[in-house]
Each structure stands twice: as C-alpha cells, then as structure tokens.
C-alpha cells in the first residue's frame, strides 16, 4: 500500500545551521511529489513539488530533489531561520487530486 | 483573491452527537477535498467532491459524509461522533486535475467528549 516514511522530529538547530528532512515513499509508477509546512496554528501551505524524476523543487531557500532510484524526495535548507519553525510534511499524489501525508517533522530553529 | 475559508473554528460536542463542518473553497476552484489531522499525524484523506459529486474517498466509514454546493463550498458531516474523531479537520480546494493548486483552509479543531 501507500507510505510515506519521514525522519522523525523533533529536530532543533541553531540559526544558520543545514537543514535536512528525510523522507521516502513506496509507489506504483511516479507520483507528484510534495512538501508542505504548517505553522503553528494554521493550515497547510505547499512549500514546493516535482513532479517527476530528477525534478528538483525548490522555495524560499528550500530545496527538495525527486530520487526515483531511492524513492527519497529529502528537504534541505543551506541556513535556516527561526522564522522557518513548523511542521513539515512529506507527500505524495495518490489517485486524482488526492495526497498522501507522512506524519510530519517538528523543526525549532534557535536564536 | 479570496482564500479557502472553514467554520467554525473550533467545537466541542459529545460521543454520539452529530457535527457539520463548513467550507468555502477559494474563488475560481471547483473541487473541495477533507482531510483529518488527528494529534501529532499526518492529514488523512477523507473525500474530495467535484461539481457536487463524491470523486473519491478514503478509508473512512459512511458516518462521515459530505455535500457540495453550487458555488462549490462544501460541507463535512460526522455521525454518531467517537472520541477518535477528535481532530483537526482540513479542507482543500482545487482545479480538476491540478494537485499541484491544492489550497488549505485552517482548519476546524473538534473535540469529543
């Protein structure tokens, strides 16, 4: 069936630090594939997307490369911000127009 | 550009009662998805409904179900409410076929007791 596996939070670093967020799906064929960030209070909002092999994503300074080969789709950030503090989720398209979530990673930025 | 909006913000009702949550999807958007966030997890998929029709649903039990209207705002309604269905419940529009337009509304926080 459908997963999606994310590294699990929460993850704390300090201003400035890398950021990475693992995350790997099982899927038939390639799926569109997504990040979307929840801040405290709010809902989702789409971070970035691929939508096939080797499509790199890419928004505000986060970057997220489609690995069909691994079945990965990481996020990374070369300097985060603590304005960047919130959940991020990992997803996939499964059907027509429907999303398929991870269960989310915690990030906490530092001053 | 008006965005997705959802009511009420929160709620408290008790086992056994029934719930109808509200959605407007965002202006020129003609399809509407539910999703359930429960407690430190990811949203679930529950329906999606386009153009007043059910197109697809999770694997939630007929309890839950759903109305499109035809300004394409939507609503979710729960019966016989579990403790389980305590959750964050999202709405989502889109464009037929464009995943990628999927606009989240804040969310409705229900609480069961």
């Known amino acids: 069936g459908d997963s999606v596996t994310q590294m699990e939070g929460p993850v704390t670093l300090s201003e400035e630090a890398f950021l990475t967020i693992n995350c790997t799906y099982t899927?038939?064929?390639?799926?569109?594939l997504f990040w979307y960030v929840q801040y405290p209070g709010e809902g989702l909002q789409l971070l970035l997307k691929?939508?096939?092999?080797?499509d790199k994503g890419s928004n505000k300074g986060f970057e997220a490369t489609y690995r069909k080969e691994t079945t990965s789709f990481h996020l990374e950030k070369g300097s985060v911000q603590v304005s960047d503090s919130a959940v991020y989720f990992c997803g996939k398209q499964t059907g027509a127009n429907n999303l398929f979530f991870g269960t989310g990673t915690r990030l906490t930025v530092i001053p | 550009e008006t965005g997705v909006t959802q009511s009420p913000t929160h709620l408290i009702k008790t086992r056994g009662q029934q719930v109808t949550l509200r959605c407007s999807s965002q202006?020129?958007?003609?399809?509407v998805s539910w999703y359930q966030q429960a407690l430190g997890q990811g949203p679930q998929f529950i329906f999606q409904y386009y153009r007043e029709e059910e197109n697809g649903r999770g694997n939630f039990p007929p309890r839950f179900s759903g109305l499109q209207f035809p300004n394409y705002s939507s609503e979710l309604n729960v019966n016989a409410l579990e403790l389980d269905d305590s959750a964050l419940y999202l709405c989502a529009s889109s464009t037929r076929g464009g995943i990628d337009t999927q606009y989240f509304g804040p969310g409705t926080r229900l609480t069961v007791l």
């Open positions: 202006s020129g958007h003609n399809t």
């Open positions: 691929a939508t096939k092999a080797d």
């Open positions: 899927a038939t064929g390639y799926p569109s």
